[in-house]
């Protein structure tokens, strides 16, 4: 959203949005802007989101498992989380087969891994939804 269309929603000047905006982000309140690609469009219309649990053997290994996946191109986003499993990780690749090359390289065969389950998304209801502030009380 433009600094004009949000001043017009806001009801104030398009100066002041981006005063607002120049101290937000000093604040660490908002920490970048960004632009999305439309995924289909550059022929990585398919997203994955893969559960993984680890053995614990040793924490190098467990690191190890962590860096390689927070580099890996196809990953846009993993989660450390509670539950049943250990990781969830969200990827974006162009075909299944894509999808495969990935496991093959990054999960089969992993010293660490104990299971993984594969949930391959059909459409997305909401994603990269707005963080939710709540308002004053007046």
Same mark, same amino acid.
């Given at each position: 959203?433009?600094?004009?269309?949000?001043?017009?929603?806001?009801?104030?000047?398009?100066?002041?949005?981006?005063?607002?905006?120049?101290?937000?982000?000093?604040?660490?309140?908002?920490?970048?802007?960004?632009?999305?690609?439309?995924?289909?469009?550059?022929? #990585?219309?398919?997203?994955?989101?893969? =559960? /993984?649990?680890?053995?614990? &053997? +040793?924490?190098?290994?467990?690191? !190890?498992?962590?860096?390689?996946?927070?580099?890996?191109?196809?990953?846009?986003?993993?989660?450390?989380?509670?539950?049943?499993?250990?990781?969830?990780?969200?990827?974006?690749?162009?075909?299944?087969?894509?999808?495969?090359?990935?496991? #093959?390289?990054?999960?089969?065969?992993? =010293? /660490?891994?104990?299971?993984? &389950? +594969?949930?391959?998304?059909?459409? !997305?209801?909401?994603?990269?939804?707005?963080?939710?502030?709540?308002?004053?009380?007046?």
């Amino acid at each position: 959203m433009s600094a004009a269309m949000l001043a017009d929603r806001c009801g104030t000047t398009e100066s002041t949005v981006l005063r607002r905006v120049k101290a937000l982000t000093k604040a660490g309140i908002l920490s970048r802007a960004v632009m999305k690609v439309a995924a289909e469009k550059v022929g #990585r219309g398919l997203t994955i989101i893969l =559960s /993984v649990r680890l053995e614990r &053997e +040793t924490a190098s290994q467990v690191e !190890a498992f962590r860096r390689s996946i927070a580099e890996h191109p196809d990953v846009l986003s993993c989660y450390f989380v509670t539950g049943t499993w250990d990781y969830l990780i969200i990827l974006n690749v162009g075909a299944m087969g894509d999808y495969d090359r990935f496991l #093959r390289e990054m999960v089969v065969g992993q =010293s /660490v891994m104990v299971a993984s &389950e +594969t949930h391959v998304v059909i459409q !997305a209801i909401k994603a990269d939804g707005p963080v939710a502030i709540d308002e004053p009380a007046p």
